[in-house]
Nanobody
């Protein structure tokens, strides 16, 4: 199983980004996947999750109403639409399949004016 994140960048407060997590090696229809982030000097925290079986989603309170997780037309790719970005959203963002130990390499999001 391999996960590859992309889509991060340097943006200003209030901007948006779309992060991608491409999964290979299994059919995402049978698994759940989570988005996590780790800010400098802080522990990794869960941000959002997507259940490939039924399409259900979940969000941390800190990002609810600003972030949207969904699966696109490429069925083994899960996206995290991050809107109304704040400086405190600055972090490396990772995706991970629940039940598997491996992590992707992450994609960096920096929010700064």
């Amino acid at each position: 199983v391999q996960l590859v994140e992309s889509g991060g960048g340097l943006v200003q407060p209030g901007d948006s980004l779309r992060l991608s997590c491409a999964v290979s090696g299994l059919d995402l229809n049978y698994y759940a996947i989570g988005w996590f982030r780790q800010a400098p000097g802080k522990e990794r925290e869960g941000v959002s999750c997507f259940n490939g079986r039924d399409g259900s989603t979940g969000y941390a309170n800190s990002v609810k109403d600003r972030f949207i997780v969904f699966r696109g037309n490429a069925k083994n790719t899960v996206y995290l639409q991050v809107n109304s970005l704040k400086p405190e959203d600055t972090a490396d963002y990772y995706c991970k399949l629940f039940g598997f130990a491996s992590w992707g390499q992450g994609t960096q999001v920096t929010v700064s004016s």
